[in-house]
């Protein structure tokens, strides 16, 4: 087995996903080697997973942070900065799991797709912003990108058991499920009232909290429509959503003979992160089995399209093409974050995201240098906004 032991590059370390990755991997040290790492904030967690798995190469954002995990870990430990860094961690390891926090992940999404690694993408926002650039470096040869969003992960899973012709002419449409949130049911009065605890405490899933927050707006879901079109090259006209509170089945696909293949299991992250890393093989841990033998329950509804105008938004920008997709996800993440520091209320956030996508005049996108000025400028149209 050691023989095959295959190299992990865990990007975002520190975060929820990266911390349930270090989790399946402490499960499988025969199957997998953690080589690299990269982290925010927190040096002393980081320190503390480089003692732990023994790791040579990690990613810090600073000098400052550098400084201070070197006094840590000692000069064995190879530290890098910033997205110099990331780059080249992200072509250090046979898979690289990026579980970095929005838009800043796009250098390693693209890093580890141009060497032609296995990239398992908990990053949705870099893949949505840049899809044409996504593209393009996925056809590096060896380039594999496995989602580990749960409900991309399931719709992966359905399609890689019926796998048809390119382009998928024989699915009628991907139904992404989502939770609801925890202000599903609400209606736009009370949700006026909703607090940022009400907003971070969701009914299902245990995540950070910008994913918390989008899932409360369903902007979450919104930005799962772009990357499944993007994923698996599916207009958005194929994708719908359906609001299933339980969070048992986790997506599935419609064929044109009516068939539906769906994914189950209980809501546990680590089930999609095992399915990323030992594919082809699955990992022997029944993160997430479901016990038959208790009632299980499952509804499925339409979302309400008035209370939660995400969705709406995510289908326009998905139609405007270029770069509507990267400044909805630049708006979104700048009205997070002010809604995180009690700048704005719960029912602004997605206010500001449309003040600012009315401000976008059709820009196509042929470079990394033309999306990365159109998510400053989107930044910069969603802080004006949030100055009035
Ligand atoms: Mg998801």
């Known amino acids: 087995m050691s023989s095959t032991r295959r190299s992990v590059a865990l990007l975002g370390a520190t975060g929820s996903i990266g911390v349930q990755t270090l989790d399946v991997l402490r499960q499988e040290p025969e199957a997998f080697e953690l080589v690299a790492l990269s982290g925010g904030e927190q040096v002393s967690e980081l320190a503390a997973m480089v003692e732990e798995f023994h790791v040579t190469c990690v990613g810090v954002l600073s000098d400052s942070h550098r400084m201070q995990l070197a006094e840590l870990v000692g000069s064995h430990v190879d530290i890098v900065v910033g997205d110099v860094g990331l780059r080249q961690l992200a072509s250090s390891a046979d898979i690289v799991v990026n579980a970095v926090l929005g838009f800043a992940g796009l250098p390693v999404t693209l890093s580890a797709l ?6 398992a993408l908990a990053n949705k926002e870099s893949l949505i912003a840049a899809a044409p650039l996504v593209a393009h470096v996925r056809a590096t ?8 969003d749960s409900e991309h992960c399931a719709i992966h899973q359905c399609l890689a ?15 992404l499920t989502a939770s609801g949130g925890p202000f599903r049911g609400w209606s736009t009065e009370q949700l006026r009232g909703a607090t940022k605890r009400d907003a971070l405490n969701h009914p299902t899933w245990n995540m950070g909290p910008k994913i ?4 409360s707006t369903l902007m979450n879901k919104g930005l799962e429509v772009l990357e499944a079109s993007a994923l698996f090259g599916i207009d958005v006209d194929r994708v719908d ?11 599935m696909v419609e064929y044109v003979d009516g068939s539906v293949l769906a994914q189950l299991s209980r ?13 082809p093989v699955r990992l022997d841990h029944g993160y997430g089995a479901i016990d038959f033998t ?16 995400a969705i709406g938004l995510a289908y326009e920008a998905a139609r405007l093409g270029g770069a509507a997709p990267a400044w909805l996800s630049a708006a979104n993440e700048v009205a997070v974050a002010a809604f995180l ?12 995201v449309s003040h600012v996508m009315d401000r976008y005049s059709p820009d196509p996108l042929h470079s990394l240098d033309e999306l990365i000025a159109n998510d400053a400028q989107a930044r910069r149209e969603a802080h004006s906004i949030l100055k009035k």
């Open 161 to 175: 058991s019926s796998p048809g012709l390119a382009g998928y002419p024989d699915v009628r449409r991907l139904l």
């Open 141 to 148: 040869p060896g380039a594999t990108l496995l989602p580990v």
């Open 294 to 309: 208790q009632k299980v329950e499952l509804t499925f509804e339409a979302p309400d399209p008035m209370a939660f105008p």
């Open 267 to 279: 809501p546990d992250m680590r089930l999609p992160i095992a399915y990323c890393l030992g594919l």
């Open 212 to 215: 918390t927050i989008d899932s």
């Open 341 to 352: 520091d009690d700048v704005i209320a719960w029912c602004e956030i997605i206010d500001v």
């Open 114 to 119: 141009a060497a032609g690694k296995r990239l």
């Open 241 to 251: 959503v359906v609001v299933h509170p339980q969070s048992i089945v986790h997506s």
